[in-house]
């Protein structure tokens, strides 16, 4: 017998309890069970790891590094971590105190969380974004607040809705640029705008910056780059999207030392140490990756401009996003809820989207596909949401 | 088109020639009119060659091909350097491919044909007989993995979860 969440199951504690499931799952349970499916669905990467980051991984294992590395990774790979963030974007972190190798970006957020709020702060959360992060804050005893970015900023956080959001209690936000599932990017001179309302109300933030490297339009901006902010950014980045290494569960965080020193302690009680294997292979990636990153940053770009100008032309009208690998169309022209239109879709056409509203509130009204899939498969999708689209719009769609 | 756009439509068209140019268009966020224009420019000026396609000969049956490649030597002559001799070889319907490389020898000759007994004839009656010709060595190719960027073999699986965060 399953319990929903309604009903008090007293093994379980309170905090896991408020907590829902994610909404994704149940669109996975749906599309896995469909054949011939196309999915849009993907939040990750259609590239296979490169081959030379799989090697140097089977090599740490022909010569034995099998043990634990340090709490906060192996020092080579901080440094190289150091080195990165220096070359890409500008800031520097000292690789024996400032940055944690973690398991995954996921981790990292869970880790800056619990290290730097109490129970009764508010925590706010720029929205849509990715679905840990509401609940993470809600184990943590703290407040999620959501703070709205719509499509008539392109998704972008403005910062009058940021003043909006603040209350006295409001101790910190998570920003994430760019963002899944929006694909919003922000320029360093919309970050300092952002960045002045942070100073005045003495925030901490959050960045996750893990679709750093897929900035299609210009450089991305580290958070912490921008004039007085590295003293309250914590940095969240990591291999997953940038080196197709999802499944690696890899990923770092750079904070200031009061910072990671208090994160190092909940990583190294429930975590001890992030994978050894996956550690050697990271640090080849940030060897010897670049160009590989550089051919897949290209492939994304052109399917990104394929599916958007698709989309626009279907009618379903979406912005260009500047980042990330999702474009993220408004479904208004079809009259339907967007859960209705990704189900209605996926069982008439056989195209797995998510709908919006999983990815919190302004999602809703729109739904995420990701572009990280074949061109073919692509084209594919295309002409199957153009044919759904034509099907359940009454008035014709602009032309 | 910039000039940066128009290397991204080469790479493109290089992996696939058979694009749509509608498609082409869209994926370089430019107008479809634009894209012929350019396409057909860069066939005017021999910036693209042809539009070929990459077949796994050996899974049609009576298509059976040879392959091999020659390493030969060559005395350059005055003035024209390797190009004399190299214009002479490259002449060859048998001849496929042909580089001057560095290293031990000087010209690479890739030659196909549909015998092993042709190419050795083409080896000892046409090439070696070249007076600016020193000397050959032939490998004959035992089996292809990879050509041009493409692995021949079964495709790598789509290993993701259909859906995910
Ligand atoms: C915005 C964002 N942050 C973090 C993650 C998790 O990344 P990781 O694989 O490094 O845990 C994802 C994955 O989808 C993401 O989209």
Redo the contacts with the bound molecule.
């Keep these: 017998m399953s319990m929903t969440a309604k009903q008090t199951n007293h093994r379980l504690s309170k905090a896991v309890t408020s907590i829902e499931p994610s909404g994704i799952r149940k669109f996975f349970e749906l599309a896995s069970t469909m054949e011939d499916c196309i999915s849009l669905g993907v939040?990750?990467p259609d590239f296979v790891t490169p081959w030379s980051v799989r090697e140097a991984c089977m090599t740490s294992l022909e010569q034995g590094y099998t043990a634990y590395t340090a709490n906060a990774g192996l020092l080579e790979l901080r440094m190289a971590i150091s080195d990165y963030m220096e070359d890409a974007f500008d800031v520097t972190y000292r690789p024996e105190e400032e940055i944690i190798v973690?398991?995954?970006?996921?981790?990292?957020?869970d880790l800056a969380v619990r290290a730097t709020v109490d129970p009764g702060d508010e925590v706010l959360v720029v929205t849509p974004?990715?679905?840990?992060y509401s609940p993470l804050i809600t184990l943590a005893g703290a407040t999620p607040v959501p703070v709205l970015t719509d499509s008539s900023t392109n998704f972008k956080l403005t910062a009058e809705r940021l003043e909006e959001a603040i209350t006295e209690r409001s101790r910190a936000i998570i920003l994430?640029f760019p963002?899944?599932?929006t694909g919003a990017v922000m320029t360093k001179a919309e970050l300092e705008v952002v960045a002045h309302v942070i100073q005045k109300h003495d925030l901490l933030v959050f960045s996750?910056e893990?679709?750093a490297e897929l900035s299609y339009d210009e450089p991305h901006t580290a958070f912490s780059s921008i004039k007085d902010m590295k003293d309250r950014t914590i940095l969240?980045?990591?291999?997953?999207?940038a080196f197709a290494?999802?499944g690696w569960?890899?990923?770092f965080v750079c904070a200031p030392n009061d910072i990671t020193e208090a994160m190092l302690k909940i990583h190294q009680y429930s975590l001890m140490c992030a994978p050894t294997q996956a550690q050697h292979g990271a640090l080849e990636a940030l060897r010897s990756g670049g160009d590989e990153v550089k051919k897949m940053v290209e492939s994304y770009y052109s399917r990104r401009n394929y599916i958007v100008n698709s989309l626009n032309e279907i009618g379903l009208s979406c912005h260009m996003p500047g980042g990330?690998f999702y474009a993220f169309p408004s479904i208004e022209a079809t009259g339907m809820d967007d859960q209705t239109f990704a189900e209605k879709l996926l069982l008439e056409e056989k195209v797995a989207v998510v709908p919006g509203s999983v990815f919190g509130e302004g999602g809703e009204g729109h739904v995420r596909c990701s572009y990280a899939t074949g061109m073919k498969q692509l084209q594919t999708a295309v002409e199957r949401i153009e044919r759904f689209v034509k099907r359940h719009t009454k008035t014709n769609p602009p032309s | 088109m910039s000039k940066e756009q128009e290397t991204r439509l080469l790479r493109i068209l290089e992996q696939n020639g058979r694009i749509d140019t509608e498609v082409l268009a869209k994926m370089l966020d430019e107008d479809e009119e634009t894209v012929i224009q350019t396409i057909k420019r860069l066939e005017d000026e021999h910036v693209i060659l042809s539009y070929a396609a990459v077949i796994n000969w050996n899974k049609v049956e009576q298509e059976s091909q040879v392959a091999a490649m020659i390493d030969v030597k060559v005395t350059p002559q005055r003035g024209v350097g390797f190009d004399e001799v190299a214009n002479r070889i490259q002449r060859f319907p048998e001849v496929s491919a042909l580089y001057l490389m560095s290293g031990t020898y000087d010209l690479s000759v890739m030659v196909e044909g549909q015998t092993m007994e042709g190419v050795a004839r083409f080896v000892s009656d046409k090439l070696s007989t070249l007076d600016a010709v020193l000397s050959t060595t032939t490998h004959f190719r035992l089996k292809k993995y990879k050509h041009d960027g493409i692995v021949f073999g079964e495709d790598e699986k789509d290993r993701r979860m259909v859906v995910?965060?």
């Excluded at chain 1, 973690?102 to 957020?109: N, Y």
């Excluded at chain 1, 974004?129 to 840990?132: C, G, L, M, N």
């Design positions: 939040g990750e973690t398991v995954g970006a996921s981790e990292a957020i974004s990715f679905v840990s994430s963002n899944n599932p996750d893990i679709y969240i980045n990591g291999f997953s999207k290494m999802t569960r890899l990923g990330s | 995910s965060p």
